[in-house]
């Protein structure tokens, strides 16, 4: 027994001791005292096992504990997942882009698309006049707006709307010689060349377009003609530490960045394919014909969750996308079971919990479009946004997905792969460490003393 214990002692204790490192490293403190106070708590337990032995009743719960944590272990490995039901998208209906938000924002700038929208959806008018009422992002007024910084994120995204014009382009009149497995195996190093953490290819399907146009005053209405054969997305990912701070500022500095990151990717992308005689298209942020989230499921490298956005198995929702569509034919991503992701959305909740404008349902998938599927109330989401002069991300915050990609969180992911219980214990542990409800900051950290955020990682 002597031996069994001094195994579980240390095992458990580097566990421990791991997990207090990794949480101080990431200057999560309460995760770092609780992992401390559990450190020191374990140390005691196993230290009076070992010394007190062979007095009762120390050696009776010894023997409850050793046997109730070999039972744990085992349990913890089987796999074992409810089966769930599999989403019917034969009456998918397209969307339509002049319905997001960000369609509905812009036509404050012009009339006539304005006139036709309202006269076709009056019910909309009155929100939509409330949301336009509040300031623009990155304008004075709202909470989070900062002088210097604001128009970090402006920048980046008027530098996006300048390079829209690298979506598309010139294909070479002279077809080169190629095979779709070197292409694809050529495209996927590109993509991690350039930063891409995922690449998933598949093929395009009518759902994956906008039914028409609506983001820009040019071509809006318009019905999206893209006959393209195959797609490929590209996953960024954003940085935690920045995330952490939202909804203040420096979350939204890391979205616009990474919009940039996946930008890059797509327009080089699309450039090197048409380069080769075929057409391809970038489709980048406010520059899209394609809706990104259904093509990266389809691409079977992730899932559509509660929050209503993409989530990888490994960063969850702290990505950014961006697609290429193109007339090549592509071999397809082999599909891998993210099933495990969608089973923690449908017991976790802590993005609904947490959504400051109740956005996010605490409900079961409603069906929409013709199909189910988790969806937000987009109104009262964006309408926060302009409050706070950023783009919130609360619900990517406090999602427990929302972790670096260390040993520690690793260990995690593996353990919450395996079955529905461990899902609920993980998720228990991600409540005591990080907190269930996590407090939203009332304003931006100090951004240029704290060195990290603002001077190390983007070297403003
Ligand atoms: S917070 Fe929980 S419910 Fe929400 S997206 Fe993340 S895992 Fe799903
Ligand atoms: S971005 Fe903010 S307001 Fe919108 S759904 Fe997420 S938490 Fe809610």
């Known amino acids: 027994m002597r031996t069994i214990n001094l195994a579980l002692f240390f095992i458990s204790d580097i566990f421990l001791l791991v997990l207090l490192v990794s949480s101080i490293v990431e200057r999560e403190k309460r995760a770092s005292f609780i992992s401390f106070a559990g450190l020191l708590f374990n140390s005691l337990l196993w230290l009076i096992f070992i010394r007190f032995d062979h007095l009762s009743p120390v050696k009776e719960i010894n023997l409850v504990a050793v046997i109730g944590l070999f039972i744990f272990a085992f349990i913890s490995l089987i796999p074992f997942f409810p089966p769930g039901a599999d989403r019917d998208i034969s009456q998918v209906e397209k969307y339509d882009e002049r319905d997001n938000m960000f369609a509905r924002n812009n036509l404050q700038f012009h009339p006539e698309p ?64 190629i095979t779709n497995e070197e292409m694809t195996r050529a495209i996927r190093d590109i993509a991690r060349l350039y930063g ?191 409050t706070f002069g950023t783009d919130c991300a609360v619900c990517i915050r406090v999602c427990p997905y929302t972790k670096p990609d260390t040993p520690v969180h690793r260990l995690v992911r593996f353990y919450i792969s395996r079955n529905s219980l461990n899902q609920r214990i993980a998720l228990f542990f991600d409540d005591l460490l990080y907190g269930r409800k996590q407090a939203i900051p009332g304003r931006n950290p100090d951004l240029f003393r704290t060195k990290d955020l603002m001077r190390a990682k983007i070297q403003l």
């Open 196 to 386: 891409a953490v995922d690449v998933g290819f598949t093929e395009l399907r009518p759902y994956h377009l906008y039914s028409r146009s609506g983001r820009h005053k040019e071509g809006w209405g318009e019905v999206i003609k893209n006959k393209h054969r195959s797609a490929v997305v590209f996953v960024v990912k954003m940085d935690v530490d920045m995330i952490n701070e939202a909804p203040s500022l420096p979350a939204a500095i890391e979205a616009s960045h990474q919009y940039v990151e996946a930008a890059k990717i797509a327009h080089i992308t699309a450039e090197y394919i048409r380069s080769f005689g075929y057409d391809a298209r970038g489709h980048t942020d406010a520059n899209y014909q394609v809706l990104c989230v259904p093509l990266a499921v389809d691409s079977g490298i992730g899932v559509l969750g509660r929050l209503g956005i993409f989530m990888h198995p490994v960063y969850g929702p702290c990505v950014r996308l961006s697609v290429v569509t193109t007339d090549l034919k592509l071999e397809e991503t082999k599909k891998k079971k993210n099933h495990r992701i969608e089973h923690f959305c449908r017991v976790c909740k802590k993005c609904a919990d947490n959504c400051p404008s109740k956005s996010i349902p605490h409900d079961e998938e409603l069906s929409s479009r013709g199909f189910r599927h988790w969806s937000i109330d987009q109104e009262k989401c964006f309408s926060l946004w302009k």
């Open 114 to 177: 304005a006139a036709a929208y309202y006269s076709a959806h009056p019910e909309k008018k009155e929100i939509d006049k409330k949301i336009r009422d509040k300031p623009e992002l990155g304008e004075p007024g709202s909470t989070y707006y900062d002088h210097y910084g604001s128009p970090v994120m402006d920048a980046a995204f008027s530098y996006l709307a300048r390079t829209r014009f690298a979506a598309s382009g010139e294909i070479s009149k002279k077809k080169k010689k």
